[in-house]
């Protein structure tokens, strides 16, 4: 039934469409030994963070194997490979060497470099509650960007800003594990403010093509009453237009920016610096309704808050292992709806992550998946949204944050005991894809 979903011939994307797949420093890098500890670090070592108990010491090994990643990369034939620069590893002796070295080997391989400065992984001594975290980041983009700024191909400030703040300082279920609820805004502030600032310090050190990874997906109400069309607004405005409003028009949402700290009208116009492209990661859409108890359910914690929403479950749709809703068209829903409120104001759009955790080497249910994502996706470029590339997430299988090594995102598998790596079903099946589309 999968296989004949996917038998249609794929339309083709224009001329020069960037084809990738990316990964995160941390989740894949290990040789935790050789670099200064993140706030990860710290939060996995905390019993019961992680749910198998599991920390990112070794990972995938990317450090020392980053050959065979290469040669895997180069196998797929993408465009281009997303991978995050960690920020404790810079700041540890000889830690910009081995970004050299992959770059090198990239650049060897046909496969263009790009770089994300930011993905979660907080030097232990910073904070984001702090605004001087946001100068800090200034500079380690400054440090970065002269060693090697000559061969990336983009550049990425910083990865999903909004989960940062909500998983890890609003909920707790993600490092650095705070229990903020809404005390957590400033976060959101000072990461936007450190995006802002390092735009400034890329193009002060001669680097182009910046953009942002931010994640966004429909907020779908659950129901046509006003209580749950207000809870969906509500929901959308916190986990979409903050992050996207001050980038790209320069304005928080109503609302918001009277509880951000500091000078927020100045700071807004260091946030909007102009970009080259906006970067969506997208994974799904999200149904919302109006607050039902006392309690939220989050990542199977409750908490004795009450929310002004409650998240309700995407009825009638398959589901990934993580239990995500499959839903492709909302993609295209998002595309569109990004294009119509921001006009433009809204420079070209990557997809900078896209997904599905599924277990096994014959992966169907992820080429099913992608199929239809990329089919979703071409329906936005039809309908005149300037999309410009497509990012899987993940290259191989990795350290999935809080679920540790039970989710499985990769289009290669990795034995966490041997890391041996093997190509699964959906490899094969995007390298012909991407064979087609030449
Ligand atoms: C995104 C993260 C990425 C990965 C995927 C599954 O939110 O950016 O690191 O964990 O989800």
Partial sequence: MIRRMVTNPMPQFPAGFLWGVSTSAHQ????????????????????????????????CDSYHRYHEDVALLAGLGVDAYRFSVSWPRVDSPGGLDFYDRLVDALCAAGVRPVVTLFHWDLPVALDWLER????RFADHVSVVAERLGDRVAKWITLNEPAEHTLLGHALGVHAPGRRLMFDA???????????????????????GDIGIANSHGPTWAASEKPEDREAAEFYDLLLNRLFSDPVLIGRYPEGIGELMPGDVEADLKVIAEPIDWYGINYYAPTRVGAPQGAEIEFGGLSFPV??????????????????????????TELLTGFAGRYGDRLPP???????????????????????????????AVEAGVDVRGYFVWSLLDNFEWAEGYARRFGLVHTDFETLERTPKASYTWLRDLLRAQR
Avoid: M
């Fill in 132 to 135: 001087d975290t946001a100068s």
């Fill in 306 to 331: 009450e929310l002004p929403f409650t998240v309700r479950e995407i009825e009638d749709r398959p589901v990934t292992d993580f239990g995500w809703p499959v839903v492709p068209e909302a993609l």
């Fill in 185 to 207: 805004l400033p976060v959101a502030h000072h990461q936007l403010l450190a995006h802002g600032l390092a735009v400034r310090a890329l193009r002060a050190a001669g680097a």
């Fill in 349 to 379: 759009v990557l997809i900078t992550e896209n997904g599905c955790s599924y277990e096994g080497v014959d992966d169907q249910e992820r080429i099913a998946y992608l199929d239809g994502h990329i089919r979703a996706l071409h329906r």
């Fill in 28 to 59: 894949i890098e290990g040789a935790a030994d050789v670099r200064e500890p993140s706030v990860w670090d710290v939060f996995t070592a905390e019993p019961g963070r992680v749910k198998d108990g599991s920390t990112a010491a070794v990972a």
